[in-house]
T-cell receptor, first 112, second 114 residues
Framework: TQLLEQSPQFLSIQEGENLTVYCNSS?????LQWYRQEPGEGPVLLVT?????EVKKLKRLTFQFGDARKDSSLHITAAQPGDTGLYLC????????????FGQGTELSVKP | NAGVTQTPKFRVLKTGQSMTLLCAQD?????MYWYRQDPGMGLRLIHY???????AKGEVPDGYNVSRLKKQNFLLGLESAAPSQTSVYFC?????????????FGEGSRLTVL
């Protein structure tokens, strides 16, 4: 059974600081997605990474996929209170009909 | 812009009671999922479906049953509710499964079992 480990589990920072969230697997990812969830709502897709070494940017968010495709990171530059939320990575099991398994999440709080 | 709709939004049950959560999507998606979310546990997959008439077990299927009789609906049933099933339940749909396919989530259903 593959496990997705996210770290840190909780992160509380001041507005303007930078932060990095990590997602690691015991095995090679086929592809990885990052979602963001706000209180009282369902998760919303931020990005999908597929190729080892891939880097994608979404405004102040930078997503990296490790060369060996066993890890991924999310870096936020100059965090804002609006970035507050739960960040989740998720992996697809293609050989099991598109089953998507999530990590336990990183709860981010950005204080003004 | 309905997307994925879950009913009910809130429910309180007594131990041993049964209930059904309904998920409806209007995007003609093939794949549908039921997850539960507990503090510090992220989202855990209960059951999923890759098309009308199909269902498959996820990570935590015990105590739950599902049915996908119509493409747009995915039902999650609890036959005999237990306090351990107190959770927030999320339904999602996708045109092509995970991977490069995006999952679209409902707003969640909060279930409390006393």
């Amino acid at each position: 059974t593959q496990l997705l480990e996210q770290s840190p589990q909780f992160l509380s920072i001041q507005e303007g600081e930078n932060l990095t969230v990590y997602c690691n697997s015991s095995s090679v990812f086929s592809s990885l997605q990052w979602y963001r969830q706000e209180p009282g709502e369902g998760p919303v897709l931020l990005v999908t990474v597929v190729t080892g070494g891939e880097v994608k940017k979404l405004k102040r968010l930078t997503f990296q996929f490790g060369d060996a495709r066993k890890d991924s990171s999310l870096h936020i530059t100059a965090a804002q209170p609006g970035d507050t939320g739960l960040y989740l990575c998720a992996e697809t099991y293609y050989n099991q009909g598109g089953k998507l398994i999530f990590g336990q999440g990183t709860e981010l709080s950005v204080k003004p | 812009n309905a997307g994925v709709t879950q009913t009910p939004k809130f429910r309180v049950l007594k131990t041993g009671q049964s209930m059904t959560l309904l998920c409806a999507q209007d995007m003609n998606h093939e794949y549908m999922y039921w997850y539960r979310q507990d503090p510090g546990m992220g989202l855990r997959l209960i059951h999923y479906s890759v098309g009308e008439g199909t269902t498959a077990k996820g990570e935590v299927p015990d105590g739950y049953n599902v049915s996908r009789l119509k493409k747009q609906n995915f039902l999650l049933g609890l036959e005999s509710a237990a306090p351990s099933q107190t959770s927030v339940y999320f339904c999602a749909s996708s045109p092509s499964g995970g991977g490069t396919g995006e999952l679209f989530f409902g707003e969640g259903s909060r279930l409390t079992v006393l």
